[in-house]
């Protein structure tokens, strides 16, 4: 299907451990964004990119990596993770120069 | 600081009542804002964006820059539009920031 994916949808990790979460989206869309969401915060951008091998931080990019190695993907790796990193992960994509974003459906992340 | 405040976390209205869920920003360029809408067991997705000067599912929203307030409304409210309402603004490039959110509620 076409569209914007997210994997997986559901993880729990320990502190200290490497987690990715993977981004695909099927349209060639430029750019690519990473949220977090949080209860009290809303969405907060983490990082994003305007194009492969290009990628620039965002609101709270600590604790995070993003690479973006063909246009299509866009994964989010949290290095050592810690309980404070516990959140519901949002990748979207944009249509150029539109505003219009859109959101995979969410990677629900719990740190224990 | 370059943000979207979204006063109310919660509000509560009757079906058939009026609307208005506030959006105030921050930002010393001319701003580009919008409105996402995340109905229950669905995608966040885009309502609307000032540029257009559209309205949605029979919502407005006026930016007024004086009160550098973006508010979001409709005049009369459905139990469908019960859902989580963020005002969203781009600060750099495709640096786009989002408020706090507002959920409503549409009572029967």
């Known amino acids: 299907d076409a569209g914007i994916t997210q994997s997986p949808r559901y993880k729990i990790t320990e502190t200290g451990r490497q987690v990715t979460l993977m981004c695909h989206q099927t349209?060639?869309?430029?750019?690519m964004f990473w949220y977090r969401q949080d209860l009290g915060h809303g969405l907060r951008l983490i990082y994003y990119?305007?194009?492969?091998?290009?990628?620039d931080k965002g609101e709270v990019p600590d604790g995070y990596v993003v690479s973006r190695s063909k246009t299509e993907n866009f994964p989010l790796t949290l290095e050592s993770a810690t309980r404070s990193q516990t959140s519901v992960y949002f990748c979207?994509?944009?249509?150029?120069?539109?505003?219009?974003?859109?959101f995979g459906e969410g990677s629900r992340l719990t740190v224990l | 600081a370059q943000r979207v405040t979204q006063p109310e976390k919660l509000l509560s209205v009757f079906k058939g009542a009026p609307v208005e869920l506030k959006c105030n920003y921050s930002?010393?360029?001319?701003?580009?804002l919008f409105w996402y809408v995340q109905y229950s067991r669905q995608r966040l997705q885009l309502l609307l964006r000032?540029?257009s000067r559209e309205s949605i599912k029979g919502f407005t929203a006026d930016l007024n820059k004086g009160e550098t307030s973006f508010h979001l409304k409709k005049p009369f409210a459905q139990e469908e539009d019960s859902a989580m309402y963020y005002c969203?603004?781009?600060?750099?490039?495709?640096?786009?920031?989002f408020g706090a959110g507002t959920r409503l509620t549409v009572k029967p």
């Open positions: 979207a994509s944009e249509r150029e120069g539109l505003g219009e974003l859109f």
């Open positions: 349209w060639s869309h430029s750019y």
């Open positions: 990119s305007a194009a492969a091998d290009i990628t």
């Open positions: 930002y010393s360029g001319s701003p580009e």
């Open positions: 000032h540029i």
């Open positions: 969203a603004l781009i600060v750099n490039n495709n640096d786009m920031r």
